[in-house]
Structure formats: C-alpha cells, structure tokens
C-alpha cells in the first residue's frame, strides 16, 4: 500500500532535506518506486541538490490548479522521481497550504512511497506536509537546542492526531560536547531509526546533484541511511557492512 512520509524537523539546518534527498534514493535502491516532494514550498531546496533548481512545471502549479500533479513530476538520472517547488516568491501569498492533502491522495497513485520534504519550524507549511502524511519522522541534531525543537515538533504532532514513526539523529561527530543518543530518545520519548554521522561528501554530492549513497555509496553516512531505508520499508534481513562506530549507533 502506497505510503506518505513526511520528513520534518522543528529547526533548520539539521540536514532535513539531505535525509529526505537519501532516504528515498535508499529506498528507490531497494527497488521501490519513490518521489520525493519538494513541501517547504519558502524555502525550497530538493530541486537545488538534484539539479533542477527551475523547472516548467512545480509543485506551485498544481496547487494553483494550474498543473496535474502528474506533470510536476521529474526523473533524476539516477531514477528517483521528485516533485521541485519553485524559487519565484511572487505566488506564494497564493498558495493554499491545505491542498497538499488532496495533492498526497493523487501522489498515492504513483509511487509506493512518497517522501516529503517539510518546512522546518512549526508554522503553516510545516503543519499542512504533517497532516499530509501516514507517517512522520523527525530529523534532529545532538545538540540540546535542535533536541529541544524536535520535542517541540514532536508535541505538535500529536495534537494534530498523527504518530511520530522515529528520529533520525544526523550529524554526528561523536564528541563530548555532544548529547548522548542515549539522552536524545529518553528526552523524546520516540524510538531512533538511526544515526547518520558527520560526513564531509555531503556538500560534495551537492555540488554533484546527486543524493550522497549515489556519489559515495561507500561511506558511512551512505550505508546508515539505507540501513535506515530498510527498516522503513520492512526489509529485516538486510545487511550493510557497517564499521564498529556505525553498529554501536545504530544500536540505539
């Protein structure tokens, strides 16, 4: 059954659309049929990291009823599909956030799993792409102002009558100065999916456009994300050669 996911995050700059971006390049490698949807309609970044910054049919358009969802839809060279939102600010007093909803259902129709990449903080976008999705997981940091936010965000979800699948906890240099992911998931209260560490081929592959287990499928962040992805999409059985550092995070 066709799912929606939305990738959210109570502060920017926690790698939100990274994540989204990798996640479902991850889970189009497992053979799953994927579109990742550009919903931070602000500030939007899905199209920059995969080269299509502009393009002639966005997210926008459709809900303008302007475009059938169908025609936003682009196929990155690697084969995952993304919906990009547009960089022009002129229409965005127009957009009516609430359609995204009936936007969702038609997506339903075209892939198993669509990803959306939500706006962070807990304003209108942000709360539309939550109410859009069956499941939401949130992206955090292990610092205690971006944990902090993503209890925030955790408790807004809830009041809107959703269920937080998990965090993913990204950036991780494994220091002193860090939260311990320990203290992360008792403060949350949410179970962690996994732990993505501080990678320096991240800005690489966005320079590349191109999601990061396709630039450098072998690094650590790399493996991390689709032993993510297979937890996501019920794949138990699978496997990553992970090195000690990555089996003792990704334990939690």
Known sequence: MPKIITITSGKGGVGKTTTAINLGAAINYFGKDVIIVDANLTTPN???HLGAP?????????????????DAVYEHESGTKIIPSSLSVRELRRLDHSKLKDVSKKLKKLA????????AGLGEEAIASIESADEIIIVTNPE?????DALKTSKLVEELGKQVKGIIVTRVRNTKTEMPIVNIRDMLELPILGVIPE?????????????????HPKSRASRAYRKIAAKI???DDYKENLSIWDKLMNGF
């Open 144 to 148: 205690i102002p971006a944990v902090t």
């Open 54 to 70: 502009i393009v002639p049919v966005s997210l926008n358009h459709v809900l303008l009823g302007k475009a059938k969802v169908s």
């Open 233 to 235: 999409i019920g794949k």
């Open 46 to 48: 899905v199209g920059l």
């Open 199 to 215: 990678d320096k081929n991240v800005p690489i592959s966005v320079v590349m456009k191109d999601a990061l287990i396709h630039t």
């Open 112 to 119: 198993d799993y669509i990803i959306f990449d939500s706006a």
